[in-house]
């Protein structure tokens, strides 16, 4: 199970974090990502951590203004979100990878909404 | 950056139908590519992967098919559960999705 908070309103370029808590799998043995949609939009992949917080890669609408982390004794991923445009609005959804020989998403957790407006 | 374009965006059938939604990538892929199903309000649900591979406890009327560039995923004998949002996603390099595929009540 994927539990995503720390969603909410904040101002353009100013900053919010996520969190995704996990349970019921050994969270230190899978890569985990954040995927997005804005509203009424499709789905967009955002940033991706491997099981051992190396590799990271990140989509380029965020890079430079995200910092993905996570937290293998807390069970914990995060999603640090500065300069926050009005274009990343949406509804931000943790995912885990598959497993190690495929990199689909095999489970979501129910999203957070994040909106930015002044 | 690899592109994935579905088609069509929208597509209106029949309990019964059998439903065909395509999905083109802008280089070869190989196999590595994942359907999702996405309801109004929920988070997307993995159907198959490594294009043709069916997820854990999703019904056999889904079904998957392709390599390289062209993809389809296929629905037999649609249910009224079935009446969703389609995403197809590669994986090949990063991870990039289609644009979506409705599939609505005729």
């Known amino acids: 199970q994927l539990v995503e908070s720390g969603g909410g309103l904040a101002q353009p370029g100013g900053s919010l974090r996520l969190s995704c808590e996990a349970s019921?799998?050994?969270?230190?043995?899978?890569?985990m990502n954040w995927v997005r949609q804005a509203p009424g939009k499709g789905l967009e992949w955002v940033s991706h951590i491997s099981s051992s917080g190396s590799p990271i890669y990140y989509a380029d609408s965020v890079k430079g203004r995200f910092t993905i982390s996570r937290d293998n004794a807390k069970n914990s991923l995060y999603l640090q979100m500065n300069s926050l445009r009005a274009e990343d609005t949406a509804v931000y959804y943790c995912?885990?990878?598959?497993?190690?020989?495929?990199?689909?998403?095999?489970?979501w957790g129910q999203g957070t909404l994040v909106t930015v407006s002044s | 950056d690899i592109q994935m374009t579905q088609s069509p965006s929208t597509l209106s059938a029949s309990v019964g139908d059998r439903v065909t939604i395509t999905c083109r990538a802008s280089?070869?892929?190989?196999?590595?590519l994942a359907w999702y199903q996405q309801k109004p309000g929920k988070a997307p649900k993995l159907l198959i992967y490594k294009a043709s591979s069916l997820e854990s406890g999703v019904p056999s009327r889904f079904s998957g098919s392709g390599s390289g560039t062209e993809f389809t995923l296929t629905i037999n004998t649609l249910q009224p559960d079935d009446f969703a949002t389609y995403y197809c996603q590669q994986y090949y390099s990063y991870w990039t999705f289609g644009q979506g595929t409705k599939v609505e009540i005729k």
């Open positions: 280089q070869s892929i190989s196999s590595w």
């Open positions: 995912a885990r990878v598959t497993s190690s020989d495929d990199y689909s998403f095999d489970y």
């Open positions: 019921k799998f050994t969270f230190s043995s899978y890569g």
